[in-house]
């Protein structure tokens, strides 16, 4: 094992900035995306939504739908009662065979009754997309529209209507309606030991994942086989789930994602969709083709869970931390799709912790996983929070953070290697974080004041099984097969340039063979930052064995090939392995207009050795870019009285053009831990981690009013100031 | 969307014959130029045209043409022509301007100044198809609802605000709007174009069925004359105004001769300010009188419960546009 943050030799091929292998096909129309997908004699699908928060559907008449000449097929509750296992599970965490026996609160592809504006009632295949949606306004459904409830506080309150018998507090793994509670220490003891104690809650929005391609979805069925042209982020996870659903044996399902335009956690694990189009297709018997529209994807699939969280924290008068004590509602919609932890406390070092966190049903679209998924909204938090202490101590909150960050996981356990005091060191001079911040706060003369905030973070980085098989045959080609997908990230050009770099080859022999269960071996699937670190590995070590078999046997001539394979399921040795990473923001505020402009913005990230600084800059910006949307724009507005969504889609949502993101500036301080691939580290999520925190820090810094509420608009602004 | 027939229009009073034949077979007929707006709202089934009677094939009605006593301006151009063109940018800089602002430069380029002029409100209740005034309701959902963005002038029974930009130029420049229908053509002030809810709260403007916005006429504007849009957005693009402010002054050396403000993002129309213009006739714009006209601008605001923001913001923005528009030499 390498020390760590030892000096590390340059590689050939790995670590130089590389255009991806596949750009040319995608800027030129080439690359299929799923909607591309035309099969002979294929059908399209549309979806009847929900236009109820909450109803119990009496009865559905079909008949005249289906009398529609081209209609082809109808599935409604009545006759497809199919539980979507990924998209209800107790306790949020992994889908798989043992939580699908325990779950109470399932939830089925049609669902009744329905629980959200959103949820699907029917779906029609027809032989074009207008007679589908013609179809749809024929279907008569007789709804006994029941009370429903917007807010996790309010959901927990005794009147509050029951969207589960069991009661709005979301089931955990056992089935036990209790929050995730987790302590250290004892935080009575910690207050008490406290010179000054500090309370406050801060709230956070529903914010979409907005990724550019909206869910489409293909199937095909021969004989007993399904055949899925689906964006998933996971083929490997989306066939077991979908072969799980159905009840058929995995080998039975083929998953083919080629190209996919994004999804930033909302295209993981199997979708309602995949199974809806499943079983059109095979009642039909055709394939076809189900398109959702930008509103079906803002309501219909998932976003970040909104959250209100409650701190209170205790410190001594120089600034060290005592306690810290937290009670967050996360609001998960009716459905438990994911954990909605509430992460951030983990940051600080602390002898007495307690976080007691409610995953709150409520009649709200669903939240689920987004880029970083418990982080952003946690992290904005509690860093908030602490920013606010500094600032009440007197101190700089850079003095403060280095005063109380995280050395250890959780106190105890060591990293691998540990960089986050060079990151802020070095990212507040780089900033000139002494110039840009206020020393006191909305100080600034006139209307329009600047200010600066910082954040850091730590995120996860671990290791974990994978595959990957390489091929050379007699022309020299290298022909690496990986269960990935490209959610956007690069991973195709990632895992070609560890190949070429593992077998001391260049990058043109390498061709990737990807985004097919047929043709892959298992990968996990792009989520949790950690393809390049777990199939990265895989590839280096199949790497090695095909080199193992050159050595033995000799190049392959004339028609024969070698290959070499890994299933690699690698351990850290009692440590945990983290990306580190800080965010300095100037901001200027218009005072008289409420106005937010972002001046300045640095990334400072260790993400262990960078693969492609070219993807990886992108990562960070995009996440950076992210994080600032969160922060200062976006929302899904409902009415109260009548439990509507308002502003589903790119225009409502006030999602940022590219006119509104600033220029992002990223810094890597690269180190090689000894593990993972060369000794990358995560990325993709870790940089819209901190963003949020750092940017309403910065709004703090320059207006003297902290804004406890996201998003931060014009609205809040002024009223604060009025 | 639902099927619809598509019918070129030789010229403005065939567009009409045609809009009236299909209402005649019983049969709902829409204009439609670029279609930007129009298209959206068939998509979410706001509205169903049977029948799209195309003005695009009406030849010169996209056309800046100056005249006698002013320049006379085709509904069919497109925003981003407009904004572009040169008589416009140095003579009716505040109707450019506010061209220039509008969506994004896709929709620039297949909006018209009529479409913009006519376009349906962004009042996301009607926008989402709930059964409003708007949508032939009884009811403003937005009055005990989500009304950030909705009026605080001349709201009531309906609180949308208008959403064109141009709409807001246009009455600073007093223009007047040609308009073809059955009986003829009709010319109106674009005061008298526009109409509150009081008086309908369905339409936003007097467009009787099958009337067409043809061309829009400005007059001249005297020397000395200068003006600005100042359009206030939640992000960069693709957003309607929160709150703007068109102003035209009228100027001698340092000395506002006469002023002009219109307001958008406000009310249910354009929402001109005839006491401000009054206090800055024969002014010199200062600080002390710019803060004075803003303070004015909002007398007799009455916000929502969630868009009371609106009144400092609009105060700053009038402010502000009038001292750097007085500033610029």
Redesign the interface.
Known sequence: MRQQNAPMPPLKTVGHATPRIDAAERVTGKATYTNDVRLPGMLYARILRSAHPHARIRRIDISKALALPGVKTILTHENCEIVWGAGGISGGQQYNDDIKKITKHRRYVFNNPVRFVGDPVAAVAAVNRHVAEEALRLIQVDYEVLNFVLEPEEALKPDAVKIWPEGNLSLNAQNQAQPATTRRGNVEDGFRASDVVFEDRYTTAFVHNAQMEPRSCIATWEGDKLTLYTPTQGISNCRSDTARDLGIPQEKVQIICQYMGGGFGNKNQNQDADLITAMLSKQAGAPVKLEFTRKDDFIGVHGRWPTVQYYKVGVSRDGVLKAIQLRGYSGMGPYRKNTGAIGGIDLYQCPHIESVIYPVYTNKTVSGNFRGPEYPQGFYGIESMMDDVAYKLKMDPVEFILKNMTRKSRDEVPYTNYSLEECIHRGAEAFEWKKRWRPQPGSDGGPIKRGAGVSFMAFRSALGRSNAVIRLDAKGKYSVFVGVTDIGAGAKTTMAMIAAEALAVPLSKVEVVWGDTDRCPYSVGESGSRTTIQTGYAVIQAADALKRQIAEKGLPTGQNVLVGSASPNPVLDGKVRAAFGAHFVEVEVDTDLGTVRVLKYLAVHDSGRIMNPLAAKSQIKGGAIMGIGMALHEDLIYDRRNGQPLTAGFYGARLMTHRDAPEIEVMFIESDDGYGPYGAKSIGESSKVPAVAAVANAVFNAIGWRMKDLPITRDKILGALA | ???FANSNARDLQHAVTLAQQTHQQGHAAAFVGGGSDLLALVKERIVGPDVLVNLKTIKGLDQVKPANDGVNIGGLITLDALSRHDLIRTRYTVLAEAAETVATPQIRNVGTLAGNVCQRPWC??FR?G?PCYKNGGNTC?SF???N?FHAIFGGGPSYIVHPSDTAVALLALDAKFRIAGPSGERILPAAEFFALPQQNPARENVLAPDEALAEIQVPVTRMGTRSTYHK?M??????HA?VSAAVVLEMDKQVCRSARVVLGGVAPIPWRLPKVEQMLAGQRINEALAAKAAETALEGAKPLA????KV??T???V??TLLELAARG
């Open positions: 969307m639902k099927s996301w209740y989402n709930f959902f005990v609802g989500e950030q206030i939640d992000r960069e693009a693709w957003t929160v969630k868009n009371a923001y400092p913001l105060k700053g923005v402010r502000r």
